[in-house]
Nanobody
Framework: QVQLVESGGGLVQPGGSLRLSCAAS????????MSWYRQAPGKERELVAA????????TYTGSVKGRFTISRDNAKKTVYLQMNSLKPEDTAVYLC?????????WGQGTQVTVSS
């Protein structure tokens, strides 16, 4: 069965950094594009970043460009989201996602709170 497990969330001050991890199992990770989404209170789920199966291309939503970096380690079957210069508006549950055929698979999410 497909499983995605996020970790690394927590409480940080504005301007701080966090690195999220998503450990994958149950599918051929090296052949699958991966992405990070976030959902803040009262807001719709938003695509944050995506990465191709090989890691050769990435994309980001405009509000995180220059601050966040998505990467992957296919040997470890893990995708990462490095988040720098965090702002209070980055506060959200962050979720890892992959798509296999027509089905989206989601992790359980990890909470990121940016507050002083």
């Amino acid at each position: 069965q497909v499983q995605l497990v996020e970790s690394g969330g927590g409480l940080v001050q504005p301007g701080g950094s966090l690195r999220l991890s998503c450990a994958a199992s149950g599918f051929t990770f090296r052949m699958s594009a991966m992405s990070w989404y976030r959902q803040a209170p009262g807001k719709e789920r938003e695509l944050v970043a995506a990465i191709t199966n090989t890691g050769d291309s990435t994309t980001y939503t405009g509000s995180v460009k220059g601050r966040f970096t998505i990467s992957r380690d296919n040997a470890k079957k893990t995708v990462y989201l490095q988040m720098n210069s965090l702002k209070p508006e980055d506060t959200a549950v962050y979720l890892c996602k992959t798509k296999i055929a027509t089905t989206n698979y989601w992790g359980q999410g990890t909470q990121v709170t940016v507050s002083s």
